[in-house]
């Protein structure tokens, strides 16, 4: 067996037996080295080299997680949880209640929608947003994998379908500059026209996951949740206008320097200096905030090294090659098993924006032999790339869902996060990435 293959499905195999995602990806790459011919030596000197490629992330996501709980401190959050708890309170037929699920569904979508173009911030939204959310959707007894999948859509459709904020980089920045580096004109190219079908893909898995799959009520211990997320946090008007002025401070910083670590300090550096954080709190408030996306960082690293195995074994190369020796003449075949070739890459790395550069060398030559149009090959490299990032346990795309979800330990990363993601997102995604291929 393919080394990449073996190792992938052993991290994944891991994982669904509820070992921690951390170990299961150190296991899957050491794993992968050994059956690809490396020395333990060398694989692990390999894994430890990839290692720093996630610290920046790290980082981010750990000043950020700093930056949440000063916004939880604030107040603001919890305001918006108390008008969502009063409409509850005063609404008492079935359809009312419904109503106000589908509300709250609505605003988380359109939220994440926007953190990746409107306010580029991707996940850092989540743990600001969703735990003051928790005690009313246990009220609601709304479904946390429903709201796992309409996060997981709002993270990944914008940045594969829209040419702005993290689209721009995915579809402009990678996707187009390696289909031209590798021999195809993408100069008049309309890469919304090419990635459309794929994007539809996945709005048909959010339509199901919304009123077929988990439209049914689940019940949450609201004790549990009272205990873990404080529902009496006290708040003021001049606390709510600054948090949102500190909101706004941080996205400035962050689009003018280009750092989200810097963005994010500056914020609680506002809260610092306004009172809202109090001077003698303001440690605590800090090591609580890393301590909350500091898991999201550890297994990003972990992720980080676990690809830089994957590629040292040269086994990627070798899994399409062998794809390839399947495919013959067969447009169709070549089209699914490039699909599948890049859900299992980007399953094991977790990150989207990595899968492409290293398939896009293998992929656009083969698609030019085999006749697909320069905007199948778009659309074909594009799909292949996004397969797996709804799914993958380590991709910030399932992890970020589980952050906010979790913060009460009611809800399985794996099991609430992770599978519902992959069935409603990259079974559609897999059918409407082939259509697109063969159709354009």
């Given at each position: 067996m393919n080394a990449v293959v073996a190792a992938v499905l052993i991290m994944l195999v891991l994982?669904?037996?509820?070992?921690?995602?951390?170990v299961a990806l150190i296991i899957g790459a050491v794993s992968g080295g050994l059956l690809a011919g490396l020395s333990l030596e060398d694989t692990i000197n390999a894994f430890n080299t990839g290692l720093g490629g996630g610290a920046t992330v790290a980082l981010s996501y750990a000043t950020l997680g700093a930056f949440a709980v000063a916004i939880g401190k604030s107040g603001l959050a919890h305001a918006l949880a108390d008008k969502a708890l009063a409409l509850v309170g005063r609404q008492n037929d079935g359809q009312a209640a419904t109503g106000i699920r589908y509300?709250?569904?609505g605003l988380l979508l359109a939220i994440a929608v926007s953190s990746q173009n409107v306010l580029p911030i991707h996940i850092a939204f989540i743990p600001l947003v969703v735990p003051p959310l928790l005690?009313?959707?246990?009220?609601?007894?709304?479904?946390?994998?429903?709201?796992a999948c309409v996060l997981a859509f709002g993270l990944i459709t914008p940045y594969m379908f829209l040419p702005i904020g993290f689209g721009g980089i995915y579809l402009k920045e990678i996707l187009l500059a390696n289909v031209a580096d590798n021999g195809v004109d993408a100069t008049d190219l309309n890469v919304m026209t090419a990635m459309a079908l794929p994007a539809l893909g996945m709005l048909v898995g959010l339509l199901i996951a919304v009123f077929f799959s988990y439209r049914g009520e689940r019940a949450?211990?609201?004790?549990?949740?009272a205990r873990t997320e404080r529902v009496d946090v006290r708040y003021s008007p001049k606390t709510l206008v600054m948090a949102l002025i500190a909101i706004a401070v941080a996205f400035v910083v962050q689009l003018w320097l280009d750092s989200m670590i810097l963005g994010a300090l500056a914020g609680f550096v506002l809260f610092n200096l306004s009172g809202v954080v109090k001077w003698k709190e303001a440690d605590d408030l800090f090591t609580e905030g890393m301590k909350m996306l500091a898991m999201i960082g550890f297994i990003m690293i972990a992720a980080n090294g676990f690809a830089e195995v994957m590629r040292q074994t040269g086994e990627i190369a070798t899994l399409v090659e062998s794809?390839?020796?399947?495919?013959?003449?067969?447009k169709g075949l070549a089209a699914l098993l490039m699909l599948?070739?890049?859900l299992l890459i980007t399953m094991g790395i977790g990150s989207s924006f990595s899968t492409i550069p290293i398939i896009a060398a293998l992929y656009v030559p083969l698609a030019l032999q085999l006749g697909f149009s320069p905007?199948?090959?778009?659309a074909l490299v594009g799909t292949a790339g996004a397969l797996g990032d709804a799914g993958s346990p380590a991709s910030d795309s399932t992890l970020g869902p589980t952050a906010g979800l979790n913060a009460d330990g009611q809800h399985n990363h794996i099991w609430d996060t992770v599978?519902?993601?992959?069935?409603?997102?990259?079974?559609?995604?897999?059918?409407?990435g082939w259509l697109a291929a063969m159709v354009l």
């Open positions: 994982s669904l037996c509820r070992i921690h995602v951390v509300l709250i569904i005690y009313v959707m246990a009220r609601l007894k709304l479904d946390r994998r429903l709201v949450y211990d609201l004790e549990v949740i794809s390839v020796a399947a495919i013959g003449d067969s599948a070739v890049g905007m199948a090959i778009v599978v519902p993601t992959f069935l409603h997102y990259n079974l559609p995604l897999l059918a409407f």
